[in-house]
């Protein structure tokens, strides 16, 4: 709670806004990601096999450690 009253007066004052703003190269204003999203379907093709593969990797690895269990029985 103290800490959020010793906030409050830097949020009143703007200083955090204005900051950002002053420290802004206009060339990076537009491209600014690591990466291309000017193409919307490769992007959100892109987009989807990376967040597929990293929702996947927890079952293909589950996957994987039960067949070898499995094979091991045999």
Same mark, same amino acid.
């Given at each position: 709670?103290?800490? &959020?009253?010793?906030?409050?007066?830097?949020?009143?004052?703007?200083?955090?806004?204005? #900051?950002?703003?002053?420290?802004?190269?206009?060339?990076?204003t537009?491209?600014?990601?690591?990466?291309?999203y000017?193409n919307? *379907? #490769?992007? &959100?093709? *892109?987009?989807?096999?990376?967040?597929?593969?990293?929702?996947?990797?927890?079952?293909i690895?589950?996957?994987?450690?039960?067949? *070898?269990?499995?094979?091991a029985?045999?």
């Amino acid at each position: 709670m103290i800490i &959020a009253r010793a906030a409050r007066p830097v949020l009143a004052r703007g200083a955090i806004r204005n #900051t950002r703003l002053a420290h802004g190269h206009p060339e990076n204003t537009v491209y600014n990601m690591p990466f291309d999203y000017r193409n919307p *379907k #490769t992007f &959100a093709v *892109k987009v989807v096999a990376y967040c597929g593969l990293g929702f996947a990797i927890p079952f293909i690895a589950a996957a994987y450690q039960m067949s *070898k269990s499995a094979g091991a029985d045999s």
